[in-house]
């Protein structure tokens, strides 16, 4: 009796437990939490200023035109936009490397008849260029040029030779440029660079020639209302969580925002700031093409062209890329203010920016005059007569804008110069002191 008790209670258990699992279990599969929803991290999207197309940072600073008795030339942002737009229809073919071209030859490249030569800052690669003026479908080089001198006398095919120089390494590749409209050619680039300002050569033994206006050259005195773009807006841009950056002032004229990966250094004084990502640090050399495309498309991304800057310098060594800031058509210069955005890269992605955070906002009228400033010949002649100065040193003479600032009345002033640059250092010319006096660029 006892046992079939045991037995029995022993069934009626199992039972249970049975039940028990089963309700469990459906307990377990129809059972919903009462979470609360998480929000996904919101996403930063910050265009503090402008975007840019690769053809409006990549321009010539100067065109020389070479006629059959004389030379014409201009710096005029509208007439070189004109070129450029006209040349993007073209077609560059049969790109072939040519013996390499001492300063003399690359002289007399330029100086033959019915040509034009434009100048560019930075070496140029040809991959990069291809997003400009389009070449036929063909394995380009690396290799960089910051001269294209093109012989405007069309062969039967309409067709024009084209020349693509280093004055850095004397790299000479030669091409044909096809797919021209011919009329429009002629109208309005020749006949309009007819009309340009006369320019000369003006040689030097066994250097590059320097050419240059040979009359007078007025130019525009500006005075802008001192604007800035707040840095936090830079912040924002930059760090991967804005919410965690912590803030804090150093001394009276810096503040520093920095997160457990990234640091960004703002010089209240000079209107700038120095952001970087220490652990991007660049291991080997980059790829010139590649450092212009990703530089491209990280200042795009958060619309840092707040003013003009043009392309001028690409260094593959320390994946460097860096924008001069210009106005109408020439280099701004100073000593109390950056003028340049320089962005060094690094294991696949920034490790520096540093750069302005003003911007040349709104002009002021009544303080707009003009400046007469000397021929190109007579100041390479100052330049000659100047003691302790060596000609053959210097890479350019240009005119330029020299920036200075007013705190007091919150206003910058750009006044035209004559400049000489020499190992991408800029020096301006003054009447009191024609040998200048140099300031160093990055």
């Given amino acids: 009796m006892g046992m079939k008790y045991i ?3 022993k069934n009626v258990l199992l039972v249970v437990l049975v039940l028990l699992s089963i309700l469990l279990t459906f307990t377990i599969w129809t059972y919903t939490p009462n979470y609360k929803t998480i929000q996904p991290a919101p996403t930063v999207d910050i265009s503090i200023s402008s975007k840019a197309k690769l053809d409006d940072v990549i321009q010539p600073y100067k065109v020389i035109y070479r006629f059959n008795d004389h030379f014409t030339g201009t710096t005029s942002p509208f007439d070189v936009e004109r070129l450029m737009s006209i040349m993007q229809s073209w077609e560059i073919r049969d790109l072939r490397q040519e013996p390499q071209l001492t300063n003399d030859a690359m002289n007399e490249v330029s100086k033959a008849p019915n040509r034009f030569t434009m100048f560019f800052q930075a070496d140029l690669p040809f991959l990069s260029f291809d997003d400009i003026v389009p070449f036929a479908p063909s394995q380009l ?10 012989d405007w006398n069309r062969s039967t095919s309409g067709e024009m030779n084209i020349r693509f120089i280093s004055s850095e390494t004397g790299l000479n590749y030669s091409a044909k440029a096809s797919k021209i409209d011919g009329q429009e050619f002629d109208q309005r680039v020749i006949a309009s660079a007819v009309e340009f300002a006369k320019y000369t050569e003006i040689p030097r033994s066994e250097s590059l020639s320097f050419f240059l206006p040979i009359n007078n050259v007025e130019a525009i005195n500006y005075t802008y209302i001192l604007k800035e773009v707040n840095p936090q807006k830079f ?3 930059l760090f991967n969580d804005p919410n965690l950056v912590r803030r804090s002032s150093v001394g009276l004229y810096n503040d520093e925002y920095s997160d457990d990966s990234a640091l960004m250094n703002v010089d209240l004084l000079e209107r700038s700031f120095n952001y970087g990502y220490p652990s991007a640090e660049p291991m080997q050399p980059g790829v010139p093409s590649k450092l212009i495309e990703d530089s491209m498309d990280f200042m795009n991304e958060h619309g840092g062209w707040t003013d003009d800057f043009r392309l001028v310098h690409v260094q593959a060594s320390n994946q460097l890329v860096e924008y001069q800031l210009y106005l109408l058509g020439y280099p701004v210069y100073s000593d109390m203010m950056p003028t340049k955005i320089s962005t060094y ?3 696949g992605r920034l490790y520096r920016y540093v750069r302005p955070y003003y ?5 002021v009228p009544s303080a707009t005059d003009i400046t007469s400033l000397p021929s190109g010949t007579e100041t390479v002649k100052k330049l000659s007569a100047t003691k302790d100065l060596d000609l053959s040193a210097i890479d350019e003479v240009q005119i330029g804008y020299y920036l200075t600032r007013d705190d007091e009345n919150r206003i910058l002033t750009l006044q035209p110069s004559w400049f000489t640059i020499t190992n991408g250092s800029w020096t301006r010319l003054t009447h009191e002191n024609p ?4 300031f160093g660029l990055e």
């Fill in 235 to 237: 912040r924002d841009a």
């Fill in 359 to 363: 911007q040349l906002d709104v002009s």
């Fill in 435 to 438: 040998g200048g006096a140099t």
């Fill in 141 to 150: 080089p690396e290799t960089g040029f910051n001269r294209i001198v093109v």
């Fill in 345 to 347: 890269w690094g294991n």
């Fill in 7 to 9: 037995e029995h209670a």
